[in-house]
């Protein structure tokens, strides 16, 4: 069965942190994604990926930064955390018919 | 560059009622069409896509959508609905040719009731 996996469902962070989301895909896909779910907004692309140590800002990447160093792993990083990144994050894969699939998302909320 | 317009953000309906979520988009280029749904608590999945050919596509759980070109529009349709249909659903549309680089609208939430 295909699977993302994000690392954690629900986070809490400080302000001004540095955080770390992590996910993991099982179906050697070489395209990843990061996205940002907010009511009423849809999804919004932060980042994606179509190839080891390669990256390409979405919509809205200001604030955020990715790691690929593997095939299998894309990591979205906020720099320092502020209020308005509280949010729910998805991580998604795919190959070439344009299907992606995500993981369960990972709700975060910065105080 | 292009655009999703989900004109419903809530459609309340009743259970074995039908349903219709409109979806238009906007864009220069040729393009692939789909529908995801995401329930409580999970990430989305895949109900249905459009690449090429027939324009009445028909996805899983009993929902299908028509490519309408001149109108622009891939709306949603099922013809009896469940409460376990309850969720959002969001349309999505990529450019041809622009790689996987899809463009969401800002969801539907369908809630069925009893």
Known sequence: DVKVTQSSRYLVKRTGEKVFLECVQDMDHENMFWYRQDPGLGLRLIYFSYDVKMKEKGDIPEGYSVSREKKERFSLILESASTNQTSMYLCASSRDTFEAFFGQGTRLTVV | ?114
């Open chain 2, 1 to 114: 560059a292009q655009s999703v317009t989900q004109l419903d953000s809530q459609v309340p309906v009743f259970e074995e009622a039908p349903v219709e979520l409109r979806c238009n988009y906007s864009s220069s280029v040729s393009v692939y069409l789909f529908w995801y749904v995401q329930y409580p608590n999970q990430g989305l999945q895949l109900l249905l896509k459009y690449l090429s050919g027939s324009t009445l596509v028909k996805g899983i759980n009993g929902f299908e959508a028509e490519f309408n070109k001149s109108q622009t529009s891939f709306h949603l349709r099922k013809p009896s609905v469940h409460i376990s249909d309850t969720a959002e659903y969001f349309c999505a549309v990529s450019d041809v040719g622009a790689g996987n680089m899809l463009t969401f609208g800002g969801g539907t939430r369908l809630m069925v009731k009893p």
